[in-house]
């Protein structure tokens, strides 16, 4: 006999998406069960964890999570570039302590968290409205009821591929990066390398952890380019390219790969008794791939309105809309602004990336910052594409609001 399970709400996926949903839904008082499929939370790192000390702050993320970055390094073939602040806005997360410091806030709430439990299908009542879901777990077959289900599982969107709902994403990006002790490192820096020898169509990274820690990486989008980043990365490395040679001896401790959406916000996240949230609803910012800080807020939101829903005796999909249209107000026009810069530089031969780099060279950093964001919020997208003092950064906000 399977073993059964009855919550208000089930969680699929103890990512940042999930933890974060499973929060909110517990503080609200109903019954949540957070389903992750690997042994603990965070078994698995798959990101690069690069966020913003702003987001940290407003999460409640402790300080011991991140390490802070004020400065940001370009380079392409033949041209380098440094934006310094006076005080740190990016940050880079320990991904494990961050990531089950998210779940633990679930926990502490009343949240039940059950790892090792790899949901494969749902389970529909007979007006194919999903009611649960089922997998495997330390016990064998284990079946979850519940109310509303929210689907968090990342890039594979599990439940919502069950329900049929949708198909594989058809463009994402690729990544993968090594976590390495180095000898020589700016913990306050970080380097992004753009130009064919580095990806095809994408970049590489190195990202300071602090304790002379670092995560290098190359990313390839799909399917822009048939390269494999692992293989890139190798290369990169052996050649010890641009400011990768300046980091010394390189000694490996982990190594991270992962995939991400990169279709633009193409799916519905709402249906009957179900909702979509983080990689699983493709909410990433297209610019550097990066959907963390999304991953918790829309979490949070999620599980928020999945839980007044639930209290409220209606979940359809009426009653969970104000979740999308929550973050569709947020972040619709500024993800669509983001893949207009995407677009021109996955198009940039090495040559028109250094001439790049003189454009990014140009900008304040509280301007780089918004930028790399794409927290393009239309007054000050209209500003520097107007008035700033450098027409080339004038024509490059003019194409982010869509003139030629
Ligand atoms: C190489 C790379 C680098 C990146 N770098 C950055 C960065 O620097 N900054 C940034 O903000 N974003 C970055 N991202 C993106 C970021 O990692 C994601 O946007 C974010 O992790 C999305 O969170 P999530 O909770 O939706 O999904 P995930 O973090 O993928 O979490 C999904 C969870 O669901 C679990 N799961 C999956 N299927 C099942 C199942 N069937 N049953 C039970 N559990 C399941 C998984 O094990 C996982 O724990 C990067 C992505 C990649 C691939």
Known sequence: MPEEHHYDLVVVGGGPAGSSAAYTAA????????????????????????????????????????????????????????????????????????????ANEAEQCGADIFVK????????????????????????????????????????????????????????????????????????????????????????????????????????????????????????????????KKLGKLTEIEFHYGLIPNDGLSRKTVFNNLILVGDSAGQANPLVLEGIRYAIKFGRVAGKVASDAIKSGKTDKESLYPYEENWRKEIESKIKSAGKVQDRWIGLTDEEWDKELDIIKELRPEEFIDFIKADFGLSNMIKLATHHPKLAVRQLFNLVKGKK
């Open 117 to 244: 439990m790899n949901i494969k299908n749902v389970i529909k009542n007979e007006k194919g409205d999903i009611v649960g879901v089922n997998g495997v777990g330390p016990n064998g077959e284990t079946i979850f009821h519940s109310k509303v289900v929210i689907d968090a599982s990342g890039f594979q969107s599990t439940v919502c591929k069950a329900m049929g709902f949708v198909e594989q994403w058809e463009r994402f990006g690729a990544g993968a990066e090594y976590e390495m002790k180095v000898e020589h490192v700016d913990s306050e820096t970080w380097w992004l390398m753009v130009g064919q020898e580095y990806s095809p169509a994408g970049y590489a990274w190195i990202f300071p952890l602090g304790n002379n820690i670092v995560r290098i990486g190359v990313g390839v989008g799909k399917p822009e380019s048939n390269v494999d980043p692992t293989q890139r990365l190798k290369e990169i490395i052996d050649k010890k390219l641009g400011p990768i």
């Open 27 to 102: 503080k609200n008082g109903i019954k949540v069960a957070l389903l992750e499929k690997e042994s603990t939370i965070a078994e698995t790192v798959r990101t690069s964890g690069v966020t913003w000390i702003q987001n940290i702050k407003e999460f409640g993320i402790p300080d011991d999570c991140f390490n802070p970055i004020k400065n940001f390094s370009f380079c392409s073939p033949n041209n380098e570039v440094t934006i310094s602040d006076t005080i740190p806005r990016a940050a880079v997360l320990d991904v494990r302590k961050t990531y089950r410091w998210l």
